[in-house]
């Protein structure tokens, strides 16, 4: 496809990310900023077959599995060794599958945690608390309909009866399951620290709002339009990440009508402590893969005739740009973005032949047989979940030599962290066939291209 071809009106599969517009292609070990060595996971179960991504949590990990039968259960495991701790059936109870399967939440106080999801309750669905380490059931909450619940602090967060006008947003006590406090409609939590909440609000005028914890009270609230220009649209998906005092923010583009208008869409930056916008970027896609938006921004530009540009990297600080890069280079047809350990260059990998690697610093091509990391497939198979259509696993990434467009060894290196990303140092990420892998191979946490 040309370089400068209008966005196309067809959707990216949901295990890309969410639907996004036309963002990552055309036609058709711990990361740091200097790279670092491969290393083996430290553990692996091959049999979850997980769909969502994993949650890590109070020492232990959670994910959705399938089973072969095309139910779904929450399966639970020590994060140090990967030994199974438990597994429960789950449903999903009216969540859009442009979603993904949503993971499970590890909520409550340390020495008392729960593994929160969705699960079957006569002919509905309700929240069911278990307790972390051994499966007993804590409580139970009526949901109807929802996106599946969330940790928020040291508190549960769930949108239930999310069909209804009804629908509300319940923030409740891990413990025992009773609510706290409440927000009428749909929202999201995006960041959450000592004693406040950061929630996307989802609505025809999306908003993004603090709220203390304790009590619900609105501390700031900051509308989206505001930053992108009015007509944003949620149905191409969004994206947050926080780093320090600043939130960043993306909202994807949507087109209701082959060769219609995109809706508004960009990136933003708002600082946490009192709302305040402190950057925005219209007009520039997200890419996938990716860092999570927060740890770095590489993104792609479309110009005023919805049509493709070059690649951007931006500071997430600052929302300047810091290096750009045409896509004259790219092969003609049928490429992939990949992109190296450190997030130093953009590669374009056309499967089995000869693919192109840039420099982002300098604009120019790599030779050798650089490696790039990609997803592992383009024409994944939806999932035979009972009861739902249209949902795909979370997509997993693989290694490519760039030079030859072939697979390398996954089984041999873990992927970078800007996908996986890490909690208290730990990484756990899904392979392409469904196996979990986790390894300790660092000291902080961060977020990953999911979360």
């Not at 491969?38 to 692996?44: G, K, L, N």
């Not at 232990?60 to 095309?70: H, S």
């Not at 583009?253 to 970027?281: E, I």
């Not at 992109?339 to 420099?359: E, N, T």
């Amino acid at each position: 496809m040309a370089t400068h071809r209008r966005l196309r009106s067809a959707f990216i599969p949901a295990h890309i990310g969410m639907l996004l517009l036309g963002a990552v292609a055309c036609g058709g070990s711990h990361a740091t900023s200097g790279g670092a060595a491969a290393t083996r996971p430290a553990w692996s179960d091959t049999a979850v077959n997980a769909v969502s991504r994993p949650v890590i949590g109070s020492g232990v990990t959670a994910v959705t599995g399938l089973r072969p039968d095309g139910r779904l259960r929450t399966v639970v495991s020590d994060v140090r060794d990967g030994k199974r701790l438990w597994a429960r059936p789950s449903v999903i109870s009216g969540r859009p599958a442009a979603m993904g399967v949503a993971p499970p939440a590890v909520a409550g106080p340390a020495a008392r945690p729960i593994v929160a999801s969705v699960e079957a309750r006569g002919r509905g669905a309700a929240l069911v608390a278990r307790d972390a380490r051994t499966g007993a059931q804590r409580w139970t909450r009526a949901v109807g309909t929802t996106f599946g619940p969330a940790a928020c602090g040291d508190l549960l967060c769930v949108s239930e009866a999310t069909a209804r006008k009804s629908a509300a947003f319940a923030v409740l006590n891990p413990a025992t399951g009773k609510q706290v406090w409440h927000l009428p409609g749909v929202a999201e939590v995006e960041w959450a620290g000592p004693g406040r909440v950061v929630l996307f609000r989802m609505s025809a005028h999306p908003s993004v709002e603090a709220h203390d914890l304790a009590t619900g009270k609105a501390a700031w609230a900051f509308p989206v339009e505001s930053a992108l220009g009015r007509g944003a649209d949620l149905s191409g998906g969004w994206a947050f990440g926080a780093s320090g005092d600043t939130l960043v923010g993306y909202v994807a583009p949507y087109q209701t009508r082959n060769n219609g208008p995109l809706s508004a869409f960009g990136f933003f930056s708002l600082r946490l402590s009192d709302g305040k916008q402190q950057w925005a970027r219209k007009r520039l896609l997200r890419v996938y893969p990716s860092a999570n938006p927060a740890v770095a921004l590489i993104t792609r530009e479309v110009d005023n005739a919805d049509r493709y540009g070059g690649f951007t990297q931006l500071d997430p600080r600052t929302g300047r740009a810091v290096h750009r890069l045409g896509a004259t280079g790219a092969p003609q047809a049928n490429w992939w973005l990949a992109f190296p350990r450190d997030l130093s260059a953009v590669g374009f990998l056309a499967h089995d032949k000869p693919g192109y690697m840039y420099d982002l610093h300098t604009g120019k091509a790599r030779g050798g047989h650089e490696p790039g990391w990609s997803f592992c497939t383009t024409t994944p198979t939806p999932l035979k979940i009972t009861g739902q259509n249209g949902f795909y696993p979370i997509a997993a990434l693989c290694p490519y030599d760039l030079k030859t467009g072939r697979r390398l060894d996954a089984a041999s290196t873990a992927p970078p962290s800007w996908y996986t990303g890490a909690v208290g140092g730990w990484r756990v990420w899904r392979d392409e066939h469904g196996g979990i892998h986790g390894v300790h191979d660092g000291d902080g946490t961060s977020p990953g291209m999911y979360q």
